[in-house]
């Protein structure tokens, strides 16, 4: 009884088996290694555009307290 029940068993682990394997083929629609027959798309793009640098003024170095002597 034992080896009979084990050999159904392993039956049913195949058919599992087969089942997962064509349902995985289903969801990813083709095979995952071929990808030579896509080729890059080449399509115009805008230039980036970028504002001059700000100038910067270096201003002198007050003395606190002669400013707070005015």
Same mark, same amino acid.
């Given at each position: 009884?034992?080896?009979?029940?084990?050999?159904?068993?392993?039956?049913?682990?195949?058919?599992?088996?087969?089942?997962?394997?064509?349902?995985?083929?289903?969801?990813?629609?083709?095979?995952?290694?071929?990808?030579? *027959? !896509?080729? $890059? #798309?080449?399509?115009?793009?805008?230039? &980036?555009?970028? *504002? !001059?640098? $700000? #100038?910067?003024?270096?201003?002198?170095? &007050?003395?606190?307290?002669?400013?707070? #002597?005015?």
């Amino acid at each position: 009884m034992l080896p009979q029940l084990l050999i159904k068993m392993l039956q049913i682990i195949k058919i599992q088996y087969q089942i997962i394997i064509y349902l995985l083929g289903v969801l990813f629609g083709k095979s995952l290694t071929d990808w030579d *027959d !896509e080729e $890059p #798309v080449n399509q115009s793009y805008q230039k &980036l555009q970028v *504002d !001059e640098l $700000p #100038v910067i003024e270096t201003l002198p170095r &007050l003395d606190y307290r002669q400013l707070l #002597v005015e």
